[in-house]
C-alpha cells in the first residue's frame, strides 16, 4: 500500500509581495496568501484527503499556512509537528534586501548566482545544496517511514525546503530542480511506494 505525501508552499507572504529576500525572517501572510492557503484546505477536503501527520518549519508563514488549511478542512485537536529542518533557504546578509536594490549592491550576475546556482551561498547564507543537507535527513528519518508505512503526511513549508525534497523524491538535477517553479499555496502530491521511492505524481 502507497503512502500519500501532500506538499505546500506556504501562501503569498508580505515580504514575498514586497520583493524582499526573506529566508528565516519572519513576515506574515498577506490577504492573497491567506485566500491561497484556504483555497488549498478546500481542494484537500474536497478530495477526500485526511492526513494522519502534520509537518511545518519553526517559521510564521508556513505554520499559519497549515492552520488554515487544517481550518479549512474541518481538521482540530491533531499534533503538528514543527522543526528548523524544514524551514526556507537562510539568505543572510541579503534577507530583508529588496531583489533590485540587491542588483544594484553586488551586481545582476552575482545575484543571480546566489539565487539560481545550487552551490554557491550568499554571504552568511545557505545555498539549496546546504538547505537539503539539513531537510532530507529529517524527511528520510522523520517523514518517509511514514510513508513506507502507508500512511498520508501533509508539510507546510517553503520554496527552497520543497525543492530539496522535490528533488529527491523525483530524481531531478541540480538544474532541473532550479528550473522548477513552486508557486506560493499549491498542493504537490506523491503517491509514495513501501520501498520509499516515487510511484506517481497526482494532481488535485
Same mark, same amino acid.
Given at each position: 500500500? *502507497? ?7 506556504h501562501?503569498?507572504s ?29 481542494g484537500?477536503?474536497?478530495a ?5 501527520f502534520?509537518?511545518? #518549519?519553526?517559521? %510564521? %508563514? ?9 481550518e ?9 509537528? %514543527? ?11 541579503? !534577507?530583508?534586501?529588496n531583489?533590485d ?9 552575482q ?5 539560481? *546556482?545550487?552551490?554557491?551561498? @550568499? @554571504?552568511?547564507?545557505? *545555498?539549496?545544496?546546504?538547505? !537539503?543537507? %539539513? ?9 518517509l517511514?511514514?510513508?513506507? #508505512? ?5 508539510v507546510? !513549508?517553503?520554496?527552497?525546503s ?6 529527491a523524491?523525483?530524481g531531478?538535477t541540480?538544474?532541473? &530542480?532550479?528550473?522548477?517553479?513552486i508557486?506560493?499555496?499549491?498542493p504537490?502530491?506523491?503517491? &509514495? ?6 510511484v ?5
Amino acid at each position: 500500500m *502507497s503512502g500519500t505525501l501532500i506538499l505546500v508552499r506556504h501562501g503569498q507572504s508580505e515580504w514575498n509581495l514586497k520583493n524582499l529576500f526573506t529566508g528565516w525572517r519572519n513576515p506574515g501572510l498577506t490577504e492573497k496568501g491567506i485566500e491561497e492557503a484556504r483555497a488549498t484546505g478546500k481542494g484537500l477536503k474536497a478530495a477526500g484527503i485526511e492526513p494522519d501527520f502534520y509537518y511545518t #518549519s519553526a517559521l %510564521r %508563514r508556513a505554520q499559519h499556512t497549515l492552520d488554515l488549511m487544517l481550518e479549512e478542512m474541518d481538521i482540530q485537536n491533531v499534533t503538528i509537528i %514543527r522543526n528548523i529542518a524544514l524551514n526556507e533557504r537562510d539568505y543572510g546578509d541579503l !534577507a530583508g534586501l529588496n531583489k533590485d536594490d540587491a542588483r544594484e549592491k553586488w551586481g545582476e550576475e552575482q545575484v543571480h548566482i546566489w539565487r539560481r *546556482s545550487f552551490d554557491v551561498p @550568499p @554571504p552568511g547564507g545557505e *545555498s539549496l545544496k546546504d538547505t !537539503a543537507a %539539513r531537510t532530507l535527513p529529517y524527511y528520510e528519518a522523520e517523514i518517509l517511514p511514514l510513508l513506507k #508505512s502507508g500512511k498520508t503526511v501533509l508539510v507546510a !513549508a517553503h520554496g527552497n525546503s520543497l525543492r530539496a525534497l522535490v528533488m529527491a523524491i523525483e530524481g531531478l538535477t541540480p538544474d532541473e &530542480i532550479l528550473a522548477r517553479e513552486i508557486g506560493t499555496g499549491e498542493p504537490t502530491i506523491y503517491k &509514495i511506494g513501501p520501498d520509499g521511492k516515487l510511484v506517481e505524481r497526482v494532481t488535485l
